[in-house]
Nanobody
């Protein structure tokens, strides 16, 4: 049974840091593009960051660029998101997602995402 299990969420003051992790069970993470999505109350889910299967290509939303760093350890089957200089607007439920890789290309459209984690809450206070 495939599972994505997130950890590392919590409450932090503005300017602080958190590191999220997403461990994959029951599948080979290196075959997949991986992403971190987030959803704040009353807002649509957005892709905050993503990384290609080999780790050579990354994407960041403008709102997190320069503050968040996505990385992966395919040996440990784990995805990470280092979040620095956190802002209250970063408050959201954070989900990891896996989409099958097609060469170096990654797509995270709803029909392309194969697996979702259960989410971990991040709350940033001012």
């Amino acid at each position: 049974q495939v599972q994505l299990v997130e950890n590392g969420g919590g409450s932090v003051q503005a300017g602080g840091s958190l590191r999220l992790s997403c461990a994959g069970y029951g599948y080979t993470l290196s075959w997949y593009c991986m992403a971190w999505f987030r959803q704040a109350p009353g807002k649509e889910r957005e892709r905050a960051a993503s990384i290609s299967s080999g780790g050579g290509a990354t994407y960041y939303a403008d709102s997190v660029k320069g503050r968040f760093t996505i990385s992966r350890d395919n040996v440990k089957n784990t995805l990470y998101l280092q979040m620095d200089s956190l802002k209250p607007e970063d408050t959201a439920m954070y989900y990891c997602a896996a989409a099958p890789a097609s060469g170096d290309a990654c797509s995270f459209s709803p029909r392309d995402v194969r697996y979702w984690g259960q989410g971990t809450q991040v709350t940033v206070s001012s």
